[in-house]
Structures are given as C-alpha cells and as structure tokens.
C-alpha cells in the first residue's frame, strides 16, 4: 500500500484502487424486536452507515454470547447506497443457545481506505423454560422443534431422546455439557403431522437419568414448497445397512432454481428433513457436521457485481439458521493478505484483462471441516481463473485465453483465511506443478462459456479474449487427511479433478506443509500403477466424484466413477481412447499402497445407469458400499437419481445391490443413522 497526492492506492493490481485517504465512517443499527425476547426469536438487524469517501462500505456482524467469547457471524459484505446511506444486508439472529445477555456487534469498513468503525448493543434473551417439565416449541421448519430444559450440574452431560408415538425407535440428539442456564435443543429427523415424544437424559458418573416426558405435533409440509416423491427399485434385505437409515441428499439441479429442497429420508422415500437456501436457488450441502449443522455454499450478493452464484460459504444449524457466513469478496481480501497473487476480485482488471491476470469467482463443490489440536478448521474449493498467452492449450483463436483452476482456501474457526494452495502457483512460481502442467489439456478437452451448465461465475471471458474458457481442472471434493505423514508432516488433502480424471494429494501439513503435489493418481498419470487383477478393459475412473480415504485411510478410497472418459468413443487429449459401448457408471473402492505406489480395486461395480455428471460414494459401517448415481437419464425430459447400496461379493470387484431408490436428480448424497450421526467422510 502507498500514499500518492493524498490517495491510499492498493497495489499489485492490474488497475490500482485510489480512494481519500482518513475518510470517516459512521454506523447505526436497529433490530427489528426491542430486547427482551424469548429464546428461539427470530430479530433482523437492520445497519446502515455513512462515509466521506466513494466506498463502498461493507458489513460484519459478530456475537459475544453469555458468558462466552466474540464470535464471527457474517463476514464483511456489500451494502447498498441510496441518498449518501450505506445500507448492509439483512442480520437474521436467531439465537437458540441458552439465555442471558448477548452483545451484538457490528463493524463497518471501507476497504479502500482501511477506514473502520464499530457498535456493539445488548440484548437480552429470556428463557422458555421455567419449571422441571421441559418446553418444545415449533421453529420456522415444521419438522424441526426446540427442546428446553432446565440446567444440569457442572460436569454432567445431557442429550434428548425423542421418538414417534407407536414406535418404540428412538433418536438420541448429541451430548452437551451441562450448564446452570437452561438447556436447549434443536430437534430433527421427524415426520410431519406425527406426535413425538421426547425427554432430557443426564449422564452423570456414568449413570443416565431420564426427566419428564413431553410430546411435540410436527407441522405438515409447506404447500409452496414442491417436494419429491421417490420410487423403491430394490427394497432392503438382510444383508442392506438398517443401523444408517436415512437418506440425505443435494437435490441442486443442474442449470437453474432447483425444483426442489434439500432432503431427508427414510429408505422408504418418507420425507423427515428439508432445508430450502437462499434466493430460492440451489443450495449445495458440502457435509453434514457432527455438532448437528450443516456446510453450504449458496447463492447470494457479494462484492462480486457480476454474478451472485456460488458466493457465500454458510453453517447453518437444522433448523436453517446461520451459524456462521463467509463469501467471495472478503475471503478474496484475506488471500491478499497472504499473499496469493491469483487470488483477488475479478473486477479490477483492464478490458480485455491481460496474460498473469487473475481472479477468484466463486466457492466451488466442496468445504470441509476437521480439527486440529482443539482448534477446528474449515477447508473450501474455490474455482480461480487466469489468463495465458494466445496459444496456450492448443487454443486457436489467437488471443489470450482465460484457464480455469482452483484454490484450496483453509479458514481458521472464526472463518479467516490462513492457508491456501493455487493451482497455478507454486512455492516458486510459474503456470503449475511439475506434476500437474498448465499443458496438460482437460481430458475430453472441456471448455466453458459465461453461464453454461457447470461453469457459473466465468468472468474474465469477453471481448479480446478468447471465446471460451478451458475447464481445466474442476475439482469437485476435497478430503482431510489428518493421519498422512507421507508429506513429512502430518496432514494433507485428497482432492478429486474430474476434467483431469485424476484424483491428487497436497501436502497440507496441517499449515506447514510444503504445498507440493504429493502424487496423481489416474489414468496416464506416473504416480501408481493400476493392479488390473479383473482385467477390466478401463480400470480407471474418469469424470469422478466425491473420493475420500475412508476411516481416515484405514479403509479403501472410494469413489464415484460417472465415466465420461471411458464412455466417449472419440479419442481422450491425454493419452488413452474410450472403451464406448452401452454407458453406465461405476461405483469403486481401492486399495492404495502407497509404499509400492499401487492401486488395487476392491470395488468396481456397474451400477445399472449412467450419471454423466454429480455422484457420491460413501462406505457403511457394516462394510456395504453406498453410491449416489445424481443425474441418470430416464427420459426425454426426466434426469433421476439412483441411491444404491452394494453388498460386495468376496473375491471379485463386484457385488450385489441390496437397496436401491429412484428419486430427484441430485448433486450429493449419504447414508447416516440420523441427523446427529453423519458420516466420518
């Protein structure tokens, strides 16, 4: 940063940012119900603020609970001006902990000229609870409600057991520490229209105490909201998994507002959970979170003036709450600060943007989030774009083209940017790692244009640029692994690149690794060797989805394998032609060795249908094998899903389906006992 005839300028930019220096900024802020109110409350705060300079002037709002420490909520974001008044976006507070005092603050900033200011007001939150017979009241989701007890003597523990009135099939919810205040829950997993009843248990020295009883009505299903019906295909048998019973799934559609709300399931298809994101489009569900929330990345307005897709990182609780929200423009000022030179906005640049410009445009497919020593992190994919030279990628428009790669952006807990890795940058510069060369063309050579199917928020592509922009890499999972040393220090990151065909490893260190490619793993790439014991004409997976190491690399990566590549007739850009014939996709397990870096298939089962994109892959706790086939075609106008369970045969690398359900076309899936129980992966 420097100072020049009175401006602050932020530079290492194409176009350099000037603004007035010292400007003033003043903030106000209302909630739309006075304090006091009761727990479960919902209370928009509405900020507004002002500023000497141009702006623009962005919004955080943190929260000091009870008792408790300042935590982040929403992150700086955008507001709007009108008349010489910034106006943030909506905070919707929601608070559902236990009762007290709460400090609410927010800070305003214009980033331009660092100049900041800030408020912080109480308000009071009373409890719902006042007797030894717990409350439940209704939340905004008709299926989920809030459970509330009195607290419990320090060092005991206390969790609520809730269950169907006729049924004798109980859901336990997490153990929370006790507290003198009162304790709350949220409740889910449950039919609508249905009577539950539900009750506290303490455990104290290793004794449970059950307390009063009560009984809860859920609500019915919203008209307004359109929901799926599904199709039993192969119904459960002795040998399917009953013990992870539900069925979660991403119902986002491809290219456009879903039809449909993100749902839970029975493996019958009933319906016991919904969540429907933001702006009525799609909302991706990344993972579901032990701590009874879940990860998202969802649409809605950024510093991006572009695009609003893909721009916000959300925690959401299962009632539908936020928990914590990150996007786009504030996470492209925290790499910055890191120093990554391909990180930062995308509408900075000179028209047409010139070779080395580049940008981050949207969260992309995955986050996750694991913990470190006591302190927990969340890892995000975000989908970067820079520009070549004309030329590069075999390219013949003759002018610069606009590549498309990633970052892997790490967040500490109050979700700040602390470590990343560039696809296009490593440590010593220069167009990518020796492993994984900018030359290296996507293999069935994928292209994007501005708003096409798979490629939302392009937006270096324009006049003077070439055409289309080159696919190169989209990645679309990304795995911890906390208990790999290979890299000299323990943890890296499996992510999966499904233009590639390769599944590849980083070297995370746990934040002090050397961010090297650790090795490729696929079809032509020189890191394994495929032990083809099957004789199968295509081991290997192409266009793949969601690879984990399961039981953190104790168990076999597996891997949902659409096919693309061994499908397509014409010949592949890297090295191998398709196997064509009758399509279908394939659910895999492996075995890696990586001592004697070979791949070995314990899994590679037909699946009966053909998703050419979306896709999941998840191993059960009985050792049964989990497959969601996300957009199989069905009919002219009909893409479904396939949730399929995969009993496997020993001695071959296949198995026999023991469950099966058709349902909406969808992005992601998982198999879990209930809502407090996700998977490890």
Same mark, same amino acid.
């Given at each position: 940063?420097?100072?020049?005839?009175?401006?602050?300028?932020?530079?290492?930019?194409?176009?350099?940012?000037?603004?007035?220096?010292?400007?003033?900024?003043?903030?106000?802020?209302?909630?739309?119900?006075?304090?006091?109110?009761?727990?479960?409350?919902?209370?928009?705060?509405?900020?507004?603020?002002?500023?000497?300079?141009?702006?623009?002037?962005?919004?955080?709002?943190?929260?000091?609970?009870?008792?408790?420490?300042?935590?982040?909520?929403?992150?700086?974001?955008?507001?709007?001006?009108?008349?010489?008044?910034?106006?943030?976006?909506?905070?919707?507070?929601?608070?559902?902990?236990?009762?007290?005092?709460?400090?609410?603050?927010?800070?305003?900033?214009?980033?331009?000229?660092?100049?900041?200011?800030?408020?912080?007001?109480?308000?009071?939150?009373?409890?719902?609870?006042?007797?030894?017979?717990?409350?439940?009241?209704?939340?905004?989701?008709?299926?989920?409600?809030?459970?509330?007890?009195?607290?419990?003597?320090?060092?005991?523990?206390?969790?609520?057991?809730?269950?169907?009135?006729?049924?004798? =099939?109980? *859901? +336990? /919810? @997490?153990?929370?520490?006790?507290?003198? &205040? !009162?304790? %709350? #829950?949220?409740?889910?997993?449950?039919?609508?229209?249905?009577?539950?009843?539900?009750? =506290?248990? *303490? +455990? /104290? @020295?290793?004794?449970?105490?059950?307390? &009063? !009883?009560? %009984? #809860?009505?859920?609500?019915?299903?919203?008209?307004?909201?359109?929901?799926?019906?599904?199709?039993?295909?192969?119904?459960?048998?002795?040998?399917?998994?009953?013990?992870?019973?539900?069925?979660?799934?991403?119902?986002?559609?491809?290219?456009?507002?879903?039809?449909?709300?993100?749902?839970?399931?029975?493996?019958?298809?009933?319906?016991?959970?919904?969540?429907?994101?933001?702006?009525?489009?799609?909302?991706?569900?990344?993972?579901?979170?032990?701590?009874?929330?879940?990860?998202?990345?969802?649409?809605?307005?950024?510093?991006?003036?572009?695009?609003?897709?893909?721009?916000?990182?959300?925690?959401?609780?299962?009632?539908?709450?936020?928990?914590?929200?990150?996007?786009?423009?504030?996470?492209?000022?925290?790499?910055?600060?890191?120093?990554?030179?391909?990180?930062?906005?995308?509408?900075?640049?000179?028209?047409?943007?010139?070779?080395?410009?580049?940008?981050?445009?949207?969260?992309?497919?995955?986050?996750?989030?694991?913990?470190?020593?006591?302190?927990?992190?969340?890892?995000?994919?975000?989908?970067?774009?820079?520009?070549?030279?004309?030329?590069?990628?075999?390219?013949?428009?003759?002018?610069?083209?606009?590549?498309?790669?990633?970052?892997?952006?790490?967040?500490?807990?109050?979700?700040?940017?602390?470590?990343?890795?560039?696809?296009?940058?490593?440590?010593?510069?220069?167009?990518?790692?020796?492993?994984?060369?900018?030359?290296?063309?996507?293999?069935?050579?994928?292209?994007?244009?501005?708003?096409?199917?798979?490629?939302?928020?392009?937006?270096?592509?324009?006049?003077?640029?070439?055409?289309?922009?080159?696919?190169?890499?989209?990645?679309?999972?990304?795995?911890?692994?906390?208990?790999?040393?290979?890299?000299?220090?323990?943890?890296?990151?499996?992510?999966?690149?499904?233009?590639?065909?390769?599944?590849?490893?980083?070297?995370?260190?746990?934040?002090?690794?050397?961010?090297?490619?650790?090795?490729?793993?696929?079809?032509?790439?020189?890191?394994?060797?495929?032990?083809?014991?099957?004789?199968?004409?295509?081991?290997?997976?192409?266009?793949?989805?969601?690879?984990?190491?399961?039981?953190?690399?104790?168990?076999?990566?597996?891997?949902?394998?659409?096919?693309?590549?061994?499908?397509?007739?014409?010949?592949?850009?890297?090295?191998?032609?398709?196997?064509?014939?009758?399509?279908?996709?394939?659910?895999?397990?492996?075995?890696?060795?990586?001592?004697?870096?070979?791949?070995?298939?314990?899994?590679?089962?037909?699946?009966?249908?053909?998703?050419?994109?979306?896709?999941?892959?998840?191993?059960?706790?009985?050792?049964?094998?989990?497959?969601?086939?996300?957009?199989?075609?069905?009919?002219?106008?009909?893409?479904?899903?396939?949730?399929?369970?995969?009993?496997?045969?020993?001695?071959?690398?296949?198995?026999?389906?023991?469950?099966?359900?058709?349902?909406?076309?969808?992005?992601?899936?998982?198999?879990?006992?209930?809502?407090?129980?996700?998977?490890?992966?």
């Amino acid at each position: 940063m420097k100072t020049k005839n009175g401006l602050l300028c932020l530079a290492g930019w194409t176009a350099l940012l000037c603004a007035p220096a010292f400007a003033t900024v003043t903030v106000s802020m209302t909630p739309s119900h006075a304090s006091p109110q009761p727990l479960g409350t919902s209370i928009t705060w509405t900020a507004t603020g002002t500023d000497t300079a141009s702006g623009p002037l962005t919004f955080q709002f943190n929260v000091t609970p009870p008792g408790g420490s300042l935590t982040m909520v929403k992150d700086f974001n955008v507001g709007t001006l009108s008349g010489g008044t910034w106006t943030a976006q909506p905070f919707v507070w929601v608070p559902t902990l236990s009762e007290g005092i709460y400090k609410i603050e927010v800070v305003v900033k214009d980033f331009a000229t660092a100049s900041t200011t800030s408020k912080t007001f109480s308000f009071t939150v009373t409890p719902l609870v006042s007797t030894s017979t717990p409350v439940v009241t209704a939340t905004a989701n008709p299926l989920v409600a809030l459970f509330s007890s009195l607290g419990c003597a320090k060092g005991s523990k206390m969790r609520v057991s809730f269950h169907a009135q006729g049924s004798t =099939a109980a *859901t +336990l /919810t @997490n153990y929370v520490p006790c507290r003198s &205040t !009162s304790m %709350n #829950f949220e409740i889910a997993g449950m039919y609508q229209s249905t009577v539950y009843t539900m009750f =506290a248990e *303490t +455990l /104290t @020295n290793g004794k449970i105490t059950k307390g &009063t !009883s009560v %009984n #809860f009505t859920t609500g019915a299903l919203p008209t307004n909201i359109n929901f799926p019906s599904f199709k039993i295909e192969t119904a459960p048998v002795s040998s399917t998994d009953t013990a992870e019973n539900m069925l979660l799934i991403n119902t986002t559609q491809l290219g456009g507002q879903p039809l449909y709300p993100n749902i839970a399931t029975n493996l019958a298809g009933k319906i016991m959970w919904y969540y429907l994101g933001s702006n009525n489009h799609g909302t991706t569900i990344t993972r579901p979170l032990a701590n009874s929330s879940m990860l998202t990345i969802q649409y809605g307005p950024s510093w991006n003036t572009v695009t609003s897709n893909q721009q916000l990182l959300r925690q959401i609780d299962l009632a539908g709450n936020i928990i914590k929200e990150t996007n786009t423009g504030v996470v492209q000022q925290e790499l910055r600060a890191l120093g990554a030179v391909d990180g930062g906005p995308c509408n900075v640049f000179s028209s047409p943007p010139l070779p080395g410009a580049a940008c981050l445009d949207t969260f992309s497919h995955d986050a996750i989030q694991y913990t470190i020593g006591t302190t927990q992190y969340t890892a995000v994919l975000c989908d970067i774009e820079k520009i070549f030279p004309a030329g590069t990628q075999g390219d013949t428009s003759g002018y610069p083209v606009d590549i498309r790669g990633i970052m892997i952006v790490v967040l500490d807990s109050n979700w700040q940017a602390v470590w990343y890795w560039d696809s296009f940058d490593p440590d010593g510069g220069g167009n990518g790692y020796p492993l994984l060369p900018v030359s290296r063309v996507a293999a069935l050579n994928e292209e994007c244009a501005v708003n096409e199917q798979g490629c939302e928020g392009i937006q270096l592509l324009g006049t003077g640029v070439a055409p289309l922009a080159r696919d190169w890499l989209h990645s679309n999972s990304i795995y911890y692994w906390g208990t790999d040393t290979t890299g000299g220090t323990s943890g890296a990151f499996v992510w999966s690149s499904r233009d590639q065909d390769w599944v590849m490893k980083v070297d995370y260190g746990n934040g002090t690794g050397t961010k090297n490619l650790l090795w490729t793993m696929g079809v032509c790439s020189n890191s394994f060797t495929f032990q083809n014991i099957y004789n199968d004409p295509w081991p290997w997976y192409s266009g793949q989805h969601e690879v984990a190491m399961e039981n953190n690399g104790a168990g076999p990566l597996t891997i949902f394998d659409d096919g693309n590549t061994r499908v397509s007739t014409g010949a592949s850009k890297q090295c191998m032609n398709g196997v064509g014939g009758t399509p279908y996709s394939r659910g895999m397990a492996l075995s890696v060795d990586e001592t004697n870096m070979t791949v070995t298939p314990v899994l590679s089962q037909n699946l009966g249908s053909y998703s050419p994109a979306n896709g999941s892959a998840q191993m059960l706790s009985n050792g049964n094998f989990f497959f969601l086939s996300g957009v199989a075609f069905l009919n002219i106008n009909t893409d479904v899903s396939y949730s399929i369970e995969i009993f496997p045969t020993p001695g071959t690398d296949t198995g026999t389906t023991v469950y099966n359900i058709q349902g909406p076309e969808a992005y992601r899936g998982w198999r879990m006992a209930n809502l407090y129980a996700p998977p490890t992966t």
